[in-house]
Nanobody
Framework: QVQLVESGGGLVQAGGSLRLSCAAS????????MDWYRQAPGKQRELVAS???????KYADSVKGRFTISRDNAKNTVSLQMNSLKPEDTAVYYC????????????????WGQGTQVTVSS
């Protein structure tokens, strides 16, 4: 089995910074895309940032210039550096990864972390 474990969430004042990390473990042959999503109460889950195996990145317009996604392929981790945080960034942040578990697998499976709470106070 594969498990994604997030860490780094917490409470921070507006303008502050947090760094989220997500580690994938278990049966892993290769990892394609690794993403960060977030979901605020009463809102739909949205893609915050994405990074491919080749380290091509994408960001939601609302976080461009403030957030940076990165990955360490040797450690099977993905991180999200969040700077200049705003109250509207408050949400549960979820790690997502497309993982091929075996050499014989013909496709990547979707895996989600349990989420970590980020609260930004005014």
């Amino acid at each position: 089995q594969v498990q994604l474990v997030e860490s780094g969430g917490g409470l921070v004042q507006a303008g502050g910074s947090l760094r989220l990390s997500c580690a994938a473990s278990g049966s892993i042959f290769s990892i394609n895309t690794m993403d960060w999503y977030r979901q605020a109460p009463g809102k739909q889950r949205e893609l915050v940032a994405s990074i491919t195996s080749g380290r091509r990145t994408k960001y939601a317009d609302s976080v461009k210039g403030r957030f940076t996604i990165s990955r360490d392929n040797a450690k099977n981790t993905v991180s999200l550096q969040m700077n200049s945080l705003k109250p509207e960034d408050t949400a549960v942040y979820y790690c997502y990864a497309q993982i091929k578990k075996y050499y014989s697998a013909s496709y990547y499976d979707d895996y989600w972390g349990q989420g970590t709470q980020v609260t930004v106070s005014s």
